[in-house]
């Protein structure tokens, strides 16, 4: 069993940054590739980005691209999203998930969740 807890969450003027953070648990020896997915209200879960257990390969949405970042640090077990340039539109629940793929971009090819953090974007 794996356990992600993310973290970071915030209220933020649009043009703004925030790191969230996802710190991973269980099952070491496991290669984990890892992705962030956001929900806003009224909407269905989204994929926003995911890297690869070596951090060599990211995919991004492409309203996100060139504004926000994944990345990783397995000495840690954590792994991160730097977002910048923030927009009203990126206000949502923001979730960290982990899989044993070696990437993913589509919900059911997560095995764990994290809890969801709340990032608020205001205009």
């Known amino acids: 069993q794996v356990q992600l807890v993310d973290s970071g969450g915030g209220l933020v003027q649009a043009g703004g940054s925030l790191r969230l953070s996802c710190a991973a648990s269980g099952r070491p020896g496991v290669n984990f590739a890892m992705g962030w997915f956001r929900q806003a209200p009224g909407k269905e879960r989204e994929f926003v980005a995911a890297?690869?257990?070596?951090?060599?390969?990211?995919y991004y949405t492409d309203s996100v691209k060139g504004r926000f970042t994944i990345s990783r640090d397995n000495a840690k077990s954590t792994f991160y999203l730097q977002m910048n340039s923030l927009k009203p539109e990126d206000t949502a629940v923001y979730y960290c998930?982990?899989?044993?793929?070696?990437?993913?971009?589509?919900?059911?090819?997560?095995?764990?969740w994290g809890q969801g953090t709340q990032v608020t974007v205001s205009s």
């Open positions: 998930a982990a899989t044993a793929l070696g990437i993913a971009t589509l919900q059911y090819e997560y095995d764990y």
């Open positions: 890297i690869t257990w070596s951090g060599g390969n990211t």
